[in-house]
């Protein structure tokens, strides 16, 4: 299997190192962190990963606002949304704009890394 690059977007430093440590063993690459939405897309548009880890609240611009941008990308990006706010309306706007991958945090890595692959073999 391919390595598949993973990019992180999330302004707790301490999920990146969660994530990371959930999928390198499994042999994804997490390519980057950013820590909002703007630097986020900056480091899409950079390293052009397979997958997103993407945050709902963040500074500067939050996970909505990012995967908006995100989708306008061709070919658009695969996302993972992740938010410890289980709310179904945050849900429905996610759907609206495409996200259909939702990871509640805290996550295991056995189930972050299935939302990952079932995300990344979605046509």
Same mark, same amino acid.
């Given at each position: 299997m391919a390595k598949?690059?993973?990019?992180?977007?999330d302004d707790a430093r301490y999920i990146f190192k969660a994530v990371k440590m959930a999928l390198e063993p499994q042999g994804f690459e997490?390519?980057?962190?950013?820590?909002?939405?703007?630097? *986020? #897309?900056?480091?899409?548009d950079k390293f052009?990963?397979?997958l997103v880890t993407l945050d709902v609240t963040m500074p500067?611009?939050?996970?909505?606002e990012t995967a908006a941008v995100l989708f306008t990308r061709?070919?658009?990006?695969?996302?993972?949304?992740?938010?410890?706010i289980a709310d179904e309306g945050l849900r429905k706007s996610a759907r609206d704009i *495409? #996200?259909?991958?939702?990871?509640?945090k805290p996550?295991?890595?056995?189930?972050?890394?299935q939302k990952v692959l079932d995300c990344l073999s979605d046509a």
């Open positions: 598949y690059r993973i990019l992180v977007i997490v390519v980057g962190h950013a820590e909002n939405g703007k630097i *986020g #897309i900056e480091m899409y052009k990963p397979d500067v611009m939050d996970g909505i061709e070919p658009p990006p695969k996302i993972v949304l992740m938010s410890a *495409g #996200i259909k991958y939702f990871a509640p996550f295991t890595p056995e189930m972050l890394c």
